[in-house]
């Protein structure tokens, strides 16, 4: 990461005076420290151990000579998402959800979107600013298990891994796809990708699986229309690419659970800097920091 930082610095027309990092999972910004992340870690004695507590902003700035700013990668990915995609910087309040290895999520709110004294955009940390993890909220509570250990979340029936699963669980019990096909008949090879493009080709079980995801994501997206009432709802990680496959199911699952003038309020879209965002919202966000240290 030092490496990379020193690149970009070296590169840059102007002197960067500060870092920003997008890291998934529960981020102390406060201490520098990645409290919890399921998706990273190592396999010790046969069982993935996820990490904790470890420490990335003191090591990371004696090698890059900069103040280094962190945060969570969805909620940077949301504001990001709010200061250069589809909220325009405007938006009243931005709900984001980012698909792929696990589910991230963000809420942004403007001004408007709270009562009392505030100056915006807000990005929702929560009180030990492990917020706002949309993706592990329970959407089916004897559903099935995600590497976080709860059951039923958001993240386990739509992350990557999961949605491969339910696809090559079909393929194995004998249905015909293009997806076998597309891989060489090497099923490990499979990715939500070639999915995608099984789908454009009609191919049904490849719809299948995208309208059951799709479906599980509209039941949160619902529930989040209700607590946050927001007027944008974006989609975004490299999962979102499959586009109207995931998203009409999704939208009309939300349909059915929301509240019906909340509902109608919300944009729910795919975002547009699906492949920048995370990295946008940390600069923004380094960028502020420079503005509370003056």
């Avoid at 009392?116 to 592990?136: C, I, M």
């Avoid at 699963?165 to 090497?186: N, P």
Wanted: net charge negative; glycine share 12%.
């Amino acid at each position: 990461m030092a490496e990379v930082v020193r690149k970009a610095a070296e590169s840059a027309a102007h002197k960067p005076q500060a870092v920003g990092l997008a890291i998934p999972g529960h981020i102390d910004s406060a201490a520098g420290v990645v409290r919890w992340a399921p998706n990273f870690g190592a396999i010790v004695n046969g069982v993935f151990e996820y990490w904790r507590n470890v420490e990335i902003r003191a090591p990371l700035e004696k090698l890059v000579g900069m103040p280094v700013i962190m945060d969570n990668d969805a909620n940077m990915a949301a504001l990001g998402e709010y200061r250069f995609g589809v909220g325009k910087n405007a938006a009243k309040c931005l709900v984001m959800l980012t698909l792929g290895t696990g589910i991230g999520g963000g809420v942004v709110l403007s001004p408007d979107a709270v009562l009392g004294d505030a100056r915006g955009p807000l990005v929702l940390v929560g009180g030990n600013k492990g917020g706002a993890e949309l993706g592990h909220v329970v959407v089916n509570y004897q559903g099935v298990d995600c590497n976080s250990g709860e059951y039923g979340s958001i993240e386990a029936y739509c992350s990557r891994d999961k949605i491969v699963q339910r696809a090559i669980h079909r393929i194995l019990r004998g249905r015909e796809s293009l997806l076998d096909k597309l891989v060489g008949g090497e099923l490990g090879k499979l990715t939500p990708k070639h999915l995608s493009l099984a789908a454009d080709q009609g191919d049904e079980l490849a719809i299948e699986v995208f309208d059951e995801v799709g479906t599980m994501l509209g039941v949160g997206i619902g529930n989040f229309i209700d607590i946050f009432a927001p007027d944008i709802v974006a989609i975004g990680g490299q999962i979102a690419k499959a586009g109207d496959w995931i998203m009409k199911p999704a939208i009309r699952s939300a349909r059915n659970i929301a509240i019906t003038s909340l509902f109608n309020d919300a944009k729910i879209v795919v975002a547009e800097q699906i492949e920048e965002a995370g990295m946008l919202g940390a600069a923004a966000l380094a960028l502020e920091s420079l503005k509370w240290s003056r």
